[in-house]
């Protein structure tokens, strides 16, 4: 089944995408880590956990989003109350991710988690589905020209998908970082597309517009999906 949020639940829907994949990245490193499962159960709810014992309201999850920790409704814990321990405690694991100096492995995650909430701007904004309808295609990031960040493609007939782990594949543009604040900054759509590339601190090669329309829906996302205020800096 594919999740479609009504309208007004499309930021509440990324956050819960974004928050599954971070929860992967931590897996990686931590094996024991409870992945979380987002899906959405109604117009107003969305779940973070297969069996959907950890549930949040829509304005909960975004108000989880700002302030890097928001409880679940109660109920639906008693369901499996060992599997919501456990993504409580991912969900407080997630928290320490933005509470720390970053690393180039967490700004990764990060960034992967900030891609995963444009694609579904991408795929379900209304303005952003009628610029990017015919686009087809595939951008790559990277840190230092050697590190991979991530990827986001769509082909014909498809909708726009994200890779945290590179392919290896050929790409229709590839926009380079030139050091971890900058790749910390495009987390968060906060990319200038004029001064950046001026100043050095980004550099893109491939098809520009692609580029550019994906700019533009990344930071319609950075505007209405929260992140914590205390969202800290690159090592």
């Not at 409880?71 to 969900?91: A, D, Y």
């Not at 720390?100 to 795929?123: K, M, Q």
Request: charged share 20%; aromatic share 8%; with cysteine.
């Amino acid at each position: 089944m594919i999740d479609i949020p009504v309208k007004g639940q499309l930021a509440s829907w990324a956050v819960a995408r974004s928050l599954e994949t971070i929860s992967i990245g931590i897996k990686k490193r931590k094996p024991n880590t409870q992945q979380l499962f987002a899906r959405i159960l109604t117009d107003s709810i969305i779940s973070l956990t297969f069996g959907n014992e950890i549930v949040f309201t829509n304005q909960n999850l975004l108000r989880s989003a700002q302030n890097g920790f928001s409880f679940p409704k109660i109920i639906p814990l008693f369901r499996n109350p060992m599997m919501s321990i456990h993504g409580i405690k991912t969900l407080l694991e997630i928290r320490k991710l933005y509470d720390r100096d970053l690393d180039r492995e967490n700004v990764h995650i990060l960034f992967s988690a900030g891609l995963e909430a444009t694609s579904c701007y991408l795929n379900h904004h209304p303005h952003a589905k009628e610029l990017m309808n015919n686009e087809v295609g595939t951008i790559d990031f990277y840190l230092k020209e050697t590190y991979f960040l991530g990827r986001v493609s769509k082909s014909k007939n498809t909708q726009w998908t994200c890779k945290a782990v590179n392919p290896h594949e050929d790409s229709s543009v590839i926009l380079n970082f030139k050091d971890l604040q900058s790749a910390l900054r495009g987390t968060r759509g906060q990319i200038d597309p004029l001064a950046d590339p001026a100043l050095g601190n980004i550099q893109v090669s491939g098809r520009v517009p692609l580029l550019d329309k994906f700019g533009f829906v990344a930071r319609i996302a950075s505007r209405e999906v929260p992140t914590p205020s205390n969202y800290t800096h690159a090592k």
